[in-house]
């Protein structure tokens, strides 16, 4: 067995494809398990029908079918026979174009898109308003001396506050008897104004949460390739979350609009780094005496 030829057939081999454009997985499968018994230059493979049905699990028409359909694609060419089996030599020398990766990527973020909006779409169908939750003022959910005024959120307490420095009395301040704890949202996304998170632990009334971005492993990756150690990822990537969290807007393409963040990132470091360094400024404060003098003359009585 040679692993030259099996890798070749593993990875490097074009994909043939179907009358419908869909990958030939046959054909790939007869043409790995063909590999498995060329030389190092992809020649003198001649295994027999029976051996690639054993080794592929397809019935014998089916294998025979892929051989032709390999053949027709110039993958294998037959050179001989021995034995009553044909010897085929394998076309190392053909590759498989290098976007075929990168479709499959783009085919897997555009389901990752379209799974996120599902998601979403799900989400907000589930969110009903129930006639049975209602608001009523009661007295007995008053406490006393809180006054319920349409026109103020909170209630509010007078007091007189007398300013001692000029003695003069300040207006009758409006005071907040309770006010709530205000904490700015976090990225893993923190519960907003101490009100409760959405189903999915999400900050509620963020659309970049609810549009689902993610930092994929390809866009690491296309961070660390274009600009290197120069910008912390995580950080950036977390300071573009929180920031569009605060805006609460919304983005056609979530993943272009965090290239355009790091671009402009990697150009702010880059300019701070090409800053000339502050020169340091002399002090002009109060500087203690030291003439041997005058200290003597002090010690002596002064």
Same mark, same amino acid.
């Given at each position: ?74 993958l294998i060419k037959a050179t001989g026979e021995t034995n009553g089996r044909t010897i085929?030599?394998? #076309? @190392? ?9 990168? *479709?499959?990527? /783009? &085919? !897997?973020?555009?389901? %990752? ?25 009661s007295p007995s959910v008053t406490d006393g001396g809180v006054t319920h005024s349409p ?16 003695g003069r009395h300040a207006l009758n301040a409006a005071l907040t008897i309770s006010q ?49 150690? #120069? @910008? ?9 979350? *929180?920031?569009? /969290? &605060? !805006?609460?807007?919304? %983005? ?51």
């Amino acid at each position: 067995m040679s692993h030259e030829a099996v890798k070749w057939a593993m990875d490097d081999a074009p994909m043939l494809l179907t009358d419908k454009g869909k990958p030939d997985t046959t054909a790939r499968g007869v043409l790995q398990a063909l590999a498995e018994h060329a030389h190092k230059d992809g020649s003198n493979a001649h295994p027999s029908v029976l051996r690639l049905q054993y080794r592929t699990g397809y019935d014998r028409r089916t294998v025979q079918r892929a051989l032709r359909r390999n053949e027709a694609g110039n993958l294998i060419k037959a050179t001989g026979e021995t034995n009553g089996r044909t010897i085929w030599k394998l #076309a @190392l020398h053909l590759k498989r174009p290098a976007s075929d990766w990168a *479709d499959l990527e /783009r &085919a !897997e973020e555009d389901e %990752r898109q379209a799974a996120a909006e599902r998601k979403r779409r799900s989400r907000s169908k589930t969110v009903t308003h129930s006639p049975s939750v209602t608001v009523t003022d009661s007295p007995s959910v008053t406490d006393g001396g809180v006054t319920h005024s349409p026109s103020v959120g909170h209630a509010l307490e007078m007091r007189d506050v007398t300013h001692s420095a000029s003695g003069r009395h300040a207006l009758n301040a409006a005071l907040t008897i309770s006010q709530p704890s205000v904490q700015p949202p976090t990225t893993p996304g923190a519960d907003v104004g101490g009100g409760a998170a959405g189903r999915s632990g999400l900050a509620q009334n963020a659309p970049i949460d609810d549009d689902g971005f993610v930092l994929t492993d390809s866009m690491r990756r296309w961070a660390v390739d274009t600009f290197g150690a #120069a @910008l912390d990822i995580d950080f950036e990537t977390a300071q573009f979350i *929180d920031h569009h /969290r &605060a !805006e609460g807007r919304r %983005r056609s393409n979530w993943p272009a609009e965090w290239q355009k963040w790091i671009r402009r990132s990697a150009k702010w470091a880059s300019e701070r780094q090409q800053r000339p360094p502050l020169r340091a400024v002399p002090s002009t404060g109060w500087q203690p005496y030291t003439n041997p003098t005058d200290v003597s003359a002090y010690s002596n009585g002064f």
